[in-house]
């Protein structure tokens, strides 16, 4: 099943049949929002407002845990994330679209993993977003004619506010792409719990580096996000099927994150965090015994 994290926007999509909103649970508290599950070409889509309906939550304080566990729980395989940025690149104007396959976290106020104290996992993230999902991705944006880069790195600042000049500039020379505050720790998370996820990342804006637009506003963003949403959906709609259809998902190797990474010893682990992960680990944990 293919989810879509992103903005209210990105889901009114023409075609999608049977829609209805669903509430999922979750072991780790509240999700953003309830999950927005349609239909389209006979394959099942739900849809995640990670800031949730009328963009509610700040970028420190949604759930991820929640609204990873929670989309696991629904049975979703792929994860597709649609984020705002800002360009740290003279030649990623707004309006591009930018297909992420690298990330920098400078986050420091967010749960970052599932798994601690009681049970411990360390899952590698040396290639934090699934490359399968990336080239459906850049696919389906050729086919809708899309401006669309393939690779880039994403810098995930804590927010809320926007850079300052001189941190902007620190990202430049650090060869970051774009700078944004919501795909971490989602995307590591993802990872803990085999799913697979990639980035589309919307360029809304330079961020305040550049030397015309040194005050990054929100009504300018708005715009460009409003300009881009027939865009985004143009983009879901395109990918959709690339995903369902792909006999290759099986194998790959997010789906199987897990499967050394648990290091605590079956009888030393925590019994209730081990009942928390039974959606997110419990392949592995069956297997082993816990």
């Known amino acids: ?5 992103g903005g209210s926007g990105v889901y009114h999509i023409e075609g999608l049949e049977n829609t209805r909103w669903v509430t ?25 407002p990670r800031h949730g309906r009328g963009h509610r939550l700040s970028p420190t304080d949604i759930n991820f845990r ?17 984020s705002a940025v800002g360009s740290l690149r003279e030649d990623l104007s707004p ?7 690298q990330f920098i976290d400078r986050t420091f106020a ?13 899952v590698s993230v040396a290639h934090p977003v699934c490359s399968r999902l990336g080239d459906h991705l850049h696919a389906a944006a050729q086919t809708a004619n899309l401006s669309v880069v393939r690779g880039g790195t994403y810098l995930v600042m804590e927010g809320s506010q926007f850079s300052t000049l001189a941190e902007s500039k620190l990202y430049r020379t650090w060869g970051c792409d774009v700078i944004g505050m919501t795909n971490m720790p989602e995307a590591k998370l993802a990872r803990e719990a085999e799913i697979c996820y990639a980035t589309v990342a919307m360029v809304t804006d330079f961020d305040c580096w550049h030397p015309n637009h040194d005050h990054v506003t929100v009504d300018a963003i708005i715009k460009v996000l409003l300009e881009n949403a027939d865009k985004a959906r143009e ?13 290759t998902a099986c194998q790959c190797g997010c789906r199987t994150a897990l499967q050394h990474a648990l290091i605590t010893a079956p009888e030393m682990r925590d019994a209730a965090l081990v009942a928390k992960l039974q959606a997110v680990a419990g392949r592995v944990l069956v297997s082993q015994g816990s």
Request: glycine share 10%; net charge negative.
């Open 66 to 82: 929640a609204n990873i566990d929670a989309l696991k729980r629904l049975g979703v395989t792929d994860i597709i994330s649609v």
């Open 110 to 122: 967010r749960e970052k993993s599932f798994f601690g104290t009681g049970l411990v996992a360390h």
């Open 95 to 101: 309006g591009t679209f930018v297909i992420v396959d």
């Open 24 to 48: 999922a649970e979750s072991s780790f508290g509240e999700p953003s929002d309830q999950v927005f599950m349609g239909e389209m070409a006979g394959q099942t889509i739900a849809f995640l």
């Open 235 to 247: 983009l879901v709609k395109k990918v959709a099927p690339l995903t369902g259809n792909d006999s």
């Open 1 to 5: 099943m293919l989810a879509i994290i």
